[in-house]
């Protein structure tokens, strides 16, 4: 066992913070939030599929996102996109939320309108 002075162990400790990676001590300090990538607002889109991406931070709260078209019923999605399908031309709004492990959401939550031809 080594035997360090006061000095000597701050010393270490000091050499330990500064190469740690920093996105480990980002990522467990990142305040939850929410982004929706694409489609963008007002985006056009031919034919009748759209992927929905979005970004999520969720910091450090177990839970997973929901996701609806319009006033469509809501779909469960553990990944950062959703593809759907089916759409119908005109005007569309997605809405992505955080909820925790129970379903409830936690206020994180945000919607854009596009438009299918």
């Keep these: ?5 006061k000095r000597g162990f701050a010393a270490l ?26 489609p963008k607002a007002d985006e056009v889109i031919k034919g009748d ?8 931070e969720m910091g450090g709260t177990p839970g997973h996102v929901h996701v609806k078209i319009d006033d469509g019923r809501p779909m469960v999605a553990h990944a950062n996109s959703k593809k759907l399908t089916g759409l119908k031309p ?15 959401p936690i206020g994180l939550e945000e919607s854009v309108t596009f438009t299918i031809e």
Excluded: F
């Design 1 to 5: 066992m080594m035997n360090l002075s």
């Design 13 to 38: 400790i000091g050499v330990i913070l500064l190469t740690a990676p920093m996105g480990a001590v980002a990522a467990s300090a990142a305040e939850p939030s929410l982004h929706i990538m694409s």
């Design 49 to 56: 599929a759209v992927t929905i991406e979005w970004m999520v």
């Design 90 to 104: 005109g005007k569309h709004t997605v809405t992505v939320w955080v909820v925790d492990a129970d379903h409830q």
